[in-house]
């Protein structure tokens, strides 16, 4: 262990070996938080902690399975397995596998997904008829989502004024009935939702008293990564379980909060000192990651924020090259340079493709990034998309091993009832879903008693329902003495499900059924691996734990050594030696949607900062002066962001063959040169009035905004726009203006948007179009 403890500086071994007691660190980026954390598990263990008293929540399971690992280089594998470390999701759904049973749920309840859930809402507005484009099922989703993080139960909801107004002046006010019956229907379905699982570990800890004591007591040590980004239900459940011990170490950096969106709560690494007695503050001063240029560049512009704690950051690493930042003509031209430039950097350097990411605001910039690497030849992945376990194919097969499990998994019936078909119609089986809400019973057990109730479906379709139970039935017993693998290949020969993956014999079918296969050799190490560990238990259900909280980041497939792409969300905790933040840019980031109030831009702040300080050797911007964005090319400006970035760690570079001088020459100004070819102008200084000159779009292409290119619209919108008008907004389509106030820059205006209803609007940024 010593040896360990000498790798750290004194300000992170102090936090490491204070082996009692309430706890802060709060850093900057790259500082060490992360190892700290690791390194302190380590070393309580080395002190006789037994493993089993500890518990880890890491942001993402990837994390957690790289801090094992770690852990386990120092105190050995064995010790390290005991070692409960994971996503807030993934531990508590853990606990509730063992004591759901209080709340009323099974031990093998089911997890729904995102998709799962969103369906089960629209059918459920769908059987309410309630019009789906008011009641837009993501929005319902979002919404009861952020009741359950906030742990407003729909009896709370029901009393809470302020909430059911909110709705009202949504045009929904139908929602509490909503929420009422999707509650509802996932219970009966033994289904919990993601935000449930934190929602009834509260509801757990809070009404079984002994429950909790019995959780204090084995989780004695309590350790957080990233507590700026836990929500009210994730910080209550933390406080409740440290509450007797109160060893209790977190780890954060307010400057990276960057989940207020969905219900992170800043205030919860703020308020720490008062929550506990005799907490220990420390700080952490100097980063590891990244050279000085990165570090002064990213503390200049977190600067700007009001709401921050003081701290600073200073890094003992080399100068490094300047920040970079680039202007191109269009996305097109982005990808180009980016590809370009990772090409170059990479065979200057001899570095290998996982050195590289590029980072962007919204998953939709990848394309154009994409295309490129693509021509280039290379390697990538994107991170982010459908996750692998989410792809149709898969879910498929997985619906089948859920309802084995849980027959009244609805979601899962619903799914596999007719697939692969077997002449079993929607309207039947709407009339099972009636029927199952009619009776207070699952769709199974109606399904079970099909013969003994009054039901409109015909003999042929009944025999063919009771068929299906047959088939369901069978697996359940198979189910008791094979072993997941063992079933499952079973399951997917028997019900034709393999065949029809691939029935057209299309290389898009030949990519299903190898992703089948992938899920079969997945089920099989998931076996093996429980073999090994002697505890072969429930494998099923553990299994389809590990699936249904699966992201795309945990599954490691494909060639390791490739760029990353992703959104600058995803990228938080990581590290690469460059790092690409491509679109720059004005509405997008900082995004259209988050202009309204300080606090939204200053959350656009920090995730600049967490964007920059990913980057350990070399940092790129780029940005464009036109872009594709909802199918129109638009004008862009430059982002605030690359202005507040002090200039002395900045370089722009600019291309020779300056673009807006020659149009010709910019489509493809990167397509077939290499940059070393290409010389760069002297670093232009950056004054505010060296902006780029106005892009002329081509004739037959409309700029959507009418002033997009000038800084300021308030005169614009100050004396012209009045309550009445209808406008047009890129993002949020038409709208009535409802209301506006506010004088010269600080006019707003409060417009009814068929996209998202009520937004108040900042004129000075919004970019509006009167109709
Ligand atoms: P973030 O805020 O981005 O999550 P962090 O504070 O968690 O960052 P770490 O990821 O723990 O920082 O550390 C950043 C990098 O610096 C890592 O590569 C880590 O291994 C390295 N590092 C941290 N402390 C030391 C040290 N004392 N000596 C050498 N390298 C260190
Ligand atoms: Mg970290």
Known sequence: MEKYLSQLNEAQLAPTIQKDGPMIVIAGAGSGKTRVLTYRIAYLMSQGVDSFN???????????????????????????????????????????????????FPSNFTIYDTQDSQKLLGSIIKEMGLDKDIYKTKQVYNRISSYKNNLVTVKAYLKNSELKEADIAARRPRMGEIYQNYVDRCFKAGAMDFDDLLLRTNELLTRFPNVLAQYQNKFRYILVDEYQ??????????????????????????????????????????????????????????NYRSTKNIVGAANSVIEHNKTKLDKIVWTAN??????????LMTDGDEGRFVASSIFENKMQHQLPNSDFAVLYRTNSQSRAIEDALRKRDVPYRIYGGL????????????????????????????????YPARGIGQTTVDRLVVAANGFGRTIFE????IDKIDININNGTKNKLKDFVTLIDSFQVMNQTANAFELTEHVTKSTGLIREVNKEGTPEGQVRLDNV??????????????????????????????????????????????????????????????????????????????????????????????ALTRAEKQAYLTYTLSRYRWGKLIDAEPSRFIEEIDDQFVEVLTPINEPRQNPMLSADIFGDIEPSQIRFKKPIKRKKEAKPAKFVAPKNLKP?????????????????????????????????????????????AEINFEVGGVKKLLLRFAKLDVL
């Not at 109606?446 to 008693?449: A, I, R, Y």
């Not at 792409?565 to 995004?591: Q, R």
């Not at 012209?720 to 820059?745: Q, S, Y």
């Open 387 to 418: 996750s692998f376990y989410q792809r149709k194919e898969i879910k498929d097969v997985t619906a089948y091993l859920r309802l084995i499990l849980n027959p009244a998994d609805e979601e899962a019936l619903k799914r596999v009832i007719n």
């Open 704 to 748: 959507v905004s009418k002033s997009s290119n000038t800084n300021d619209n308030t005169n614009l919108f100050d004396d012209k726009l009045a309550v009445g008008n209808f406008v047009e907004h890129a993002r949020f389509g038409k709208g009535e203006v409802l209301k506006i106030e506010g004088k010269g820059p600080d006019v707003k």
């Open 446 to 449: 109606v399904l079970q008693n």
């Open 229 to 286: 980004d836990t929500n009210h239900s994730q910080y209550l459940i933390v406080r409740a379980l440290s509450d007797r011990f109160q060893n209790i170490c977190v780890v954060g950096d307010d400057a990276q909060s960057i989940y207020a969106f969905r219900g992170a709560n800043i205030n919860n690494i703020l308020n720490f000192q008062k929550d506990y007695d005799d907490v220990n503050v420390y700080r952490l001063e100097q």
């Open 517 to 610: 296969e992938e899920l079969l050799n997945a089920i099989k190490d998931f076996v093996e691996g429980q073999i090994e560990l002697a505890d072969a238990g429930d494998s099923l259900a553990e299994f389809l734990e590990d699936v249904a909280l699966a992201t795309d980041l945990d599954a490691d497939k494909g060639n390791p050594d490739h760029v990353a792409l992703m959104t600058i969300h995803m990228a938080k905790g990581l590290e690469f030696s460059y790092v690409y933040i491509v679109g720059m840019e004005e509405d997008l980031f900082p995004s259209a949607m988050s202009m309204n109030t300080r606090s939204e831009l200053e959350e656009e702040r920090r995730l600049f900062y967490v």
């Open 54 to 104: 500890i518990l880890a929540l890491t942001f993402t399971n990837k994390a957690a399975k790289e801090m094992k690992g770690r852990i386990a280089d120092i105190v050995g594998d064995g010790e390290a397995k005991n070692l409960w470390m994971g996503t807030f999701h993934s531990v508590f759904a853990k606990i509730l596998r063992f004591e759901g049973h209080h709340l009323g």
């Open 318 to 327: 080399t100068e490094g090259e300047k920040v970079k930042v680039n202007r």
